[in-house]
């Protein structure tokens, strides 16, 4: 959000006040919900707002990260995922285009990435220190279970109204998370950290309301 105002590369000094100003503000304003006691705000953001939020944000996060793995300089402010990765395609394609024959070396970079991790565990045994591996994997499909279904049990008529009343729950608190999520989570990815902060908080608050007025 701070490139936004100034862009660390032209003004790092002016960028890093900025950013120790914005820590100030955020020390102020926990410490004044704490003496406030406002924690009960916090009651109002459901938990699958908070997920959607934040896995937007790290999504954000990570794609912000291409500009230094890939070497792309005068990166762009916007934090979309739409303008990013126009960016980031705009900035690499040309140099794949002049660079056809070392195509090979991604073709076998995660092959040789595999082969040389086994490689290190197998010499270090590092499996006998923590670290876990695939080690033998079965062939074939799992065995069937269907026959395991016994329609002849006595409780059968309690256990279709008790799955009946899971799935009218499940569906309603279902439907209700997945919009609080998707709203944080693509308000994020597709807008701003802003937007989606916004959105998880008028989809969180609306949930919260609806229920007290039931």
């Not at 230094?68 to 979309?80: A, E, M, P, Q, V």
């Not at 991790?117 to 065995?143: C, E, M, Q, W, Y």
Request: charged share 15%.
């Amino acid at each position: 959000m701070m490139e936004k105002l100034v862009d660390p590369a032209t003004d790092p000094v002016g960028y890093t006040k900025l950013i120790l100003l914005a820590t100030l503000f955020a020390g102020i304003f926990q410490t004044s919900f704490g003496l406030l006691r406002l924690g009960f705000l916090v009651d109002f953001l459901s938990h699958a707002a908070i997920v959607g939020f934040v896995a937007g944000a790290a999504i954000v996060i990570g794609l912000q990260q291409l500009k230094g793995l890939l070497g792309i300089t005068n990166f762009l402010t916007k934090t979309d995922i739409v303008s990013v990765m126009k960016a980031v395609w705009e900035a690499v394609h040309n140099p794949g285009k002049r660079k056809k024959k070392l195509f090979w070396l991604a073709s076998i970079s995660p092959l040789v990435s595999v082969v040389v991790s086994t490689l290190i565990v197998f010499i270090t045994r590092a499996d006998k220190n923590g670290v876990k591996i695939v080690k033998h994997v079965k062939g074939g499909l799992n065995p069937r279970s269907i026959h395991q279904l016994d329609f002849n049990n006595p409780y059968i008529g309690e256990v279709a109204k008790i799955g009946l009343v899971v799935a009218v729950v499940a569906l309603t608190v279902d439907k209700i998370d997945f919009l609080a999520c998707a709203g944080a989570f693509f308000g994020v990815l597709f807008a701003s950290v802003e937007i989606g902060l916004l959105a998880a908080v008028i989809i969180a608050t609306s949930i919260s309301a609806h229920s007290l007025l039931k």
